[in-house]
Structures are given as C-alpha cells and as structure tokens.
C-alpha cells in the first residue's frame, strides 16, 4: 500500500512540474524570462504558489532542471561514444543529438534559438571535452599537451556549432548532409594533428 | 552656452549610466540576475527610480547595453580583417580580441564566465560569420554551397571556442600560443576545403 502511495504522489510531482514548466514556456513565448512572476507562472498553471516553492526556488531553476535532462541525454549518448571509428562515431553522434532534440526538446530549442543560454552551451561542451580528451588523449605523444587542449576546443566549438547553426538554419538542409560533414571535419582535424602540430613548430609570427 | 548645456548633460548621462552598470556588477557578484530588483540596484547605484527608467526598460537592458558596445568593438576589429594573409589575419584578430577583452571587458568576461549568455556569443558568431561568407566565397566553385556553409559554422565555432575556453582556462597558456594555435587550425580547415568536398563526396554512410 505504501508503494502505491509513493506512486501516486511520485506521479503527482510529476504533473505539477510538467505543468509549470508547461506555463513558463508558454509565457516566454511572448516575454523576456526576467520579466516573468511567479504569481503569473502559478495562475496559468494552475497550481498554489506554496506547491511552486516546494520544487523550485525560483523561475530560473524551471530552466536549469530541463537543461540537466537534456545534459544528462547527451552524456548517455556520448557515453556509447565509440573512438576507435572516429567518422562513423561522430556521424551517429550527430544523427543522435539531432533526434533528441527534434523529438523530445524541440519545444526548448525552438524557444532558445535567438537567445541560447551560454550555460546549457557550456554544460554540453563540458561534455564534448570528456570525450575529446578520451580521443585527444594519445596525440600528447607526438604533440605538446597546450597543443592538444587548444585544438580540443577547436574542433569540440567546431562540432557544437555546425550543430546550432544547422537547427538555428530551419535544418537548411538535410540531417545526414549536416552530420556528414561535422563527421569529415572532426575526422579530418584529429587525423592531421601531427602535421598541424609540426606547422605549428615551424610557423613564426612576427609581432607587428 | 546651450553647447556647454548639452555637453554638462552628455555627462551626466554617461555618469549616470555607469553609476547603475557598475551597481549591477557589484550585486550579480553574489546574485542571479532574475532575483535582482529595481530597488536595490538603484539605491546601491544612488540613482532615482525615475532615473533609471530613462534609460533602460529592465535590468537585462543593461546587458545588452554593455554586449552591444563589445559587438561594436568585435565587428570595428574584424572590418580590418584581411582575407589575403589568412593566417597572420586569423593571429592578429585573436590577439585583438583578447587585448580588447583584457583590457576593456575583463570584469564583464570575469562575470559571465561560467554562464556566458548565448545571445552574446550568438551575436560575436554572426560577426565572425559576415567574414566568414568573404573568406570561403570562392570555395563554392569547388564545393557545393551547403557544404561551404557547415563549414563555416565548424571553423568559426572552433575559432570562439578557442578562445572561450583559453579565457575561462585563466589563460593557462600565452596568448601567442593560443592565437597561433587559433590561426594554423583556421588556415588549416580553409585551404583543405577542395580536399575536405572530396572526402565528402567520396565517404558513404551506411544508415544502421
């Protein structure tokens, strides 16, 4: 009996959460998150204030717990992350990503277009850089580890950006096209680190 | 005599004005922006209510206000940019950039370190994309447009991720090392265009 309880209270949280954050995306369609009350938010969804604070401290915690869900299915993703065929990896990686956010978060991404939080940007790179570092990791043998960290963020902002900006273009074009080509050019990066490490030793810049 | 007037009133304006951004600082110090008030940001600031709604319509105003100036400050660095010297180019703009961010913007990037706000660096990479387009133009006479396009993306998200995350490492290696490392890998992506399409048009993806 107890665990049906639990159940049902445990679904009952689950409720009240999707309605709230149900309200807050439906208000931030029309204003600036800054500008949202907590009264408003509750009235719309229909749930007390008291209930509000149980869960949340504030409007801005709404955010940071589907940016966590989000974070957390792109570090299952990941995780699979195989680097033994790089090309291959980051094609399904790219196809992944995309299916994730088209079919579970596409309502946040859509709301986040223009105005991306830099912390969900950040927490998604934190995520790339694990993995990079597993991929990366060996090249500090044949180049200097500051090396290897900055080409990490090189081609870690490369990904993640042909990412955004392919959903930001209304997906312009097609999903395998978009994943084909971060796929060649992270391959084609991490592949030539030798030879851009050994331009990087004979490349002089004279300080104007 | 109304010369003097209008100048009196110029700085007083721009006094003012700094009051209040200067007070924002202070409190998002130890503050998330949403909880901040009018109130408290205009008595810190020692400024009337009054006041302050003549210059700005919320708190977020002020930052914009502030990432207006630094994309202003980004785009009049890049209009000199030269497509001819593509590597020496790529060098001298992260050395700019750094010098401006330094030297100008430190106590802003310090701030926003950890939770950048997307729309800052979503404005910085449509600047870095106007230069873009100059630069790979020419390469879609040797690779379709849509291809050039992801590419674009790749290289300038890799280019401010570099230099995003050598500013949040606390600049753990020298600004020369990170702005050679940013113009050889730059280099490297746009003059491999040609070979990167034949990749492309040479790789088949076999969907699982």
Same mark, same amino acid.
């Given at each position: 009996?107890?665990?049906? $309880?639990?159940?049902?209270?445990? @679904?009952?949280?689950?409720? &009240?959460? @999707?309605?709230?954050?149900?309200?807050?995306?439906?208000?931030?369609?029309?204003?600036?998150?800054? *500008? +949202?009350? +907590? *009264?408003?938010?509750?009235?719309?969804?229909?749930?007390?204030?008291?209930?509000?604070?149980?869960?949340?401290?504030? +409007?801005?915690?709404?955010?940071?717990? $589907?940016?966590?869900?989000?974070?957390?299915?792109?570090?299952?993703?990941?995780?699979?992350?195989?680097?033994?065929?790089?090309?291959? *990896?980051?094609? &399904?990686?790219?196809?992944?990503?995309?299916?994730?956010?088209?079919?579970?978060?596409?309502?946040?991404?859509?709301?986040?277009?223009?105005?991306?939080?830099?912390?969900?940007?950040?927490?998604?790179?934190?995520?790339?850089?694990?993995?990079?570092?597993?991929?990366?990791?060996?090249?500090?043998?044949?180049?200097?580890?500051?090396?290897?960290?900055?080409?990490?963020?090189?081609?870690?902002?490369?990904?993640?950006?042909?990412?955004?900006?392919?959903?930001?273009?209304?997906?312009?074009?097609? +999903?395998?096209?978009?994943?084909?080509?971060?796929?060649?050019?992270?391959?084609?990066?991490?592949?030539?680190?030798?030879?851009?490490?050994? %331009?990087?030793?004979? %490349?002089?810049?004279?300080? @104007?």
């Amino acid at each position: 009996m107890a665990v049906t $309880t639990r159940n049902n209270s445990d @679904k009952r949280v689950i409720r &009240t959460k @999707k309605a709230i954050r149900a309200a807050l995306f439906k208000i931030m369609e029309s204003k600036d998150i800054s *500008s +949202i009350t +907590i *009264s408003e938010l509750t009235t719309l969804a229909n749930v007390n204030r008291r209930t509000f604070y149980t869960h949340y401290n504030n +409007i801005t915690d709404i955010l940071d717990e $589907t940016e966590s869900e989000i974070v957390d299915a792109v570090t299952a993703i990941i995780s699979h992350f195989d680097s033994g065929s790089l090309v291959n *990896s980051t094609y &399904t990686l790219f196809l992944e990503l995309s299916k994730l956010i088209t079919e579970q978060y596409g309502f946040y991404f859509h709301l986040m277009k223009s105005d991306f939080r830099g912390v969900l940007v950040s927490r998604m790179k934190n995520v790339l850089k694990a993995s990079a570092g597993k991929i990366l990791g060996h090249f500090t043998i044949t180049s200097e580890e500051k090396y290897v960290m900055l080409m990490s963020a090189f081609i870690n902002g490369g990904f993640l950006n042909l990412f955004l900006e392919w959903n930001k273009s209304g997906q312009s074009v097609s +999903i395998e096209t978009a994943a084909k080509v971060a796929s060649v050019m992270v391959d084609f990066c991490v592949k030539n680190v030798p030879e851009i490490t050994d %331009t990087l030793n004979k %490349t002089d810049f004279t300080k @104007k």
